[in-house]
């Protein structure tokens, strides 16, 4: 039975690594239970530990036109399906007080986007409902600065944290991941989770969408594992090419389970597992 105890323990677990991972947006149930099929699986093989994960709804789009996802009411419902079919934790992200409570009814863990990751009554919110709360990093902090975010969240109630890292603004249209990081970021006692998907977007890149360099994102990952990150955050879709969000930074579903070996054997060389 999915406990937030449970979850926790397994999260925190430096013998096993954890992975985030599922679309990037809901872009239909049918998806989202063909990709939590196969993730499932494939960690059940690796004795990975999986979380799924999915928006409801992408608020920081770089265009207006572009696709959002479902909504709250209705993304909620295919999350709670992905739950309840598969036994999975699930973790969305939420933009606002009233979509924290509510999500919370539904799902394990709330994410503040990184975007948001300054915005102290959203943090609280989410703290609030008891859930485990995964806290962005923005790309316009550096990792010292999250000692603050997590001090809100603290405050707010939330004694089960995650951190995560997605990466620092470099210029225009570029992101630069700092492995160092992901050691500063542990000082805070809470799991350290890297997103290497998101690290390797181009922000804004593409004109009315945002740009991304997948090829890069194995890369950063087995860094990130290196440097001690106890899991991976990763945005995977069947046909990257024709997700509706973030498709160019994501990694093919069919190329996971390399990406995931490739991931383990660097986890087991640093812990000595």
């Not at 990751?117 to 703290?127: F, G, P, V, W």
């Amino acid at each position: 039975m999915l406990t937030d105890s449970s979850i926790w323990k397994s999260l925190r677990a430096t013998s096993q690594l954890s992975l985030i991972a599922g679309p990037c947006v809901i872009e239909s149930e049918k998806l989202c239970l063909q990709i939590a099929a196969s993730l499932q699986k494939t960690c059940r093989q690796l004795g990975v530990f999986y979380v799924f994960k999915a928006s409801f709804d992408k608020a920081n789009r770089t265009s207006a036109k572009s696709f959002r996802g479902p909504g709250l009411e209705a993304g909620l419902k295919t999350l709670a399906k992905v739950r309840a079919e598969f036994g999975l934790p699930v973790l969305t992200d939420v933009h606002t007080e009233a979509q924290a409570a509510a999500a919370a009814e539904v799902v394990d863990i709330l994410q503040i986007p990184a975007f948001l990751c300054r915005q102290t009554d959203l943090i609280e919110a989410a703290s609030a409902t008891g859930k485990i709360v995964n806290l962005k990093k923005g790309q316009f902090l550096s990792p010292q600065e999250m000692a603050q975010v997590i001090a809100k969240a603290r405050s707010g109630g939330a004694r089960k944290i995650l951190v995560t890292d997605r990466g620092t603004t470099f210029g225009y249209n570029n992101l630069v991941a700092d492995m160092r990081a992901i050691p500063i970021l542990a000082r805070s006692g809470f799991p350290v989770i890297f997103d290497a998907t998101h690290s390797v977007q181009l922000p804004g890149g593409g004109g009315d969408k945002s740009g991304g360099q997948r090829e890069f994102a194995p890369v950063l990952a087995r860094c990130a594992v290196a440097a001690g990150a106890n899991g991976l955050f990763i945005e995977t879709h069947p046909h990257p090419d024709q997700a509706l969000s973030d498709g160019p930074n994501m990694i093919p579903l069919s190329q996971m389970p390399a990406v995931l070996k490739s991931l383990l054997r660097v986890h087991a060389a640093v812990r000595g597992v």
